[in-house]
């Protein structure tokens, strides 16, 4: 008799195609082996659970696997997490084959909520953002980005972790042209976060502006934000 882990190799090539803060989408390749497939399952903890994909016309390896919650059925996918996920087909019959190996994908990270911004003056004008990522997910938040120019040019932080959940805050001294920034002048700031699965969510540009440059060196801080 033939078993169903004959008929069904695993599935190859498992990737991570594509993913938001709350989908993941994910991809892989048939081997030759396989035979008599008609459907695939996948699992988002690592082989507990599985969840079968709506059967389709379409080519079991053309179409990514897309899904916003977990194979448990229960839970939505969270922002800025890892996630085991296997893959297995099925088979004529309703048979299973064999699992693929894990993949560790991840979600994306939602845009961090921007406290303040507070320009400083007068030796080297800079602005200190504050922010506060938001809790939940198991992913590391590899470095924060920043835009002065709303969006246009962005800025590595880099050298830095932020556990989330926390409130940082981040010294900004360059501009989009890489040089210092100007005093008494306005940006469009722009903060978004970096993970295993690319740049997040960017937050709304919020304008802020450095103070005149003092002479004799007093310290002059406070500039508004809009």
């Known amino acids: 008799m033939v078993t169903a882990s004959t008929l069904a190799g695993a599935p190859q090539v498992v990737r991570q195609a594509s993913a938001t803060t ?15 497939v008609v459907d695939i399952e996948y699992s988002t ?7 079968t994909r709506a059967a389709c016309a379409c080519s079991l390896d053309a179409t990514p696997i897309s899904t916003t919650s977990e ?13 085991p996920v296997r893959l297995r ?11 693929s190996a894990t993949l560790i994908a991840t979600t994306k990270m939602v845009a961090p909520t921007v406290v303040q911004i507070i320009g400083h003056a007068p030796h080297l004008a800079h602005m200190v953002a504050t922010f506060t990522q938001a809790p939940g997910g198991s992913a590391t938040v590899a470095a924060y980005e920043y835009s ?13 972790t932020f556990p989330p959940g926390g ?19 306005e940006y469009d700031m722009m903060l978004r976060g970096i993970n295993a ?13 450095t103070p005149p440059f003092i002479p004799n060196g007093v310290v002059v801080s406070g500039a508004t934000a809009s």
Do not use: C, K, M
């Open 197 to 209: 699965a690319g740049r997040g969510d960017a937050t709304t540009p919020v304008r802020s502006a």
């Open 45 to 51: 903890d690592d082989g507990v659970t599985w969840v």
């Open 71 to 83: 194979s448990s059925g229960t839970l939505p996918l969270v922002q800025n997490s890892n996630y």
């Open 167 to 185: 409130t940082y805050a981040q010294h900004i001294e360059n501009n989009p042209a890489g040089g210092l920034l100007l005093p008494n002048t």
């Open 148 to 160: 002065l120019d709303g969006g246009s040019t962005w800025l590595n932080t880099p050298g830095n």
């Open 22 to 36: 709350s989908s993941l989408d994910i991809s892989s390749e048939r081997p030759a082996t396989s035979s008599g």
């Open 89 to 99: 087909y099925v088979t004529i019959g309703g048979g299973v084959g064999d699992a």
